[in-house]
């Protein structure tokens, strides 16, 4: 069964950075897009950022366009998200998941997405 584990979470002040990581335990972990969410507490699960099978295609949230960077090591099975200036808006329990199908396009909706890992606390304090 395909796990995934989250990484990198914790208390930055405003303007800092973070880096998460995902480990997948599945096999075939790059012929799957990836994903990030993030849920604050009283709000619904967002998207934040996608990544293609080969790393080629990502997409972004508005929010965190020009601030956060997705991207892939598929020898290694990893998915990052290299979040820059962070935000106190920003703090919230951040999910990698991976796309429900193979070789999908990059999708938005967390119903097209089918394993999730634990999630990981981001905190930015202002």
């Known amino acids: 069964q395909v796990q995934l584990v989250e990484s990198g979470g914790g208390l930055v002040q405003a303007g800092g950075s973070l880096r998460l990581s995902c480990a997948s335990s599945g096999r075939m972990f790059s012929s799957y897009a990836m994903g990030w969410f993030r849920q604050a507490p009283g709000k619904e699960r967002e998207f934040v950022a996608g990544i293609s099978t080969g790393g080629g295609s990502t997409d972004y949230a508005e929010s965190v366009k020009g601030r956060f960077t997705i991207s892939r090591d598929n020898a290694k099975k990893v998915v990052y998200l290299q979040m820059n200036s962070l935000k106190p808006e920003d703090t919230a329990v951040y999910y990698c998941?991976?796309?429900?199908?193979?070789?999908?396009?990059?999708?938005?909706?967390?119903?097209?997405?089918?394993?999730w890992g634990q999630g990981t606390q981001v905190t930015v304090s202002s």
């Open positions: 998941a991976r796309a429900r199908r193979p070789y999908s396009a990059l999708v938005r909706r967390a119903s097209e997405f089918d394993i």
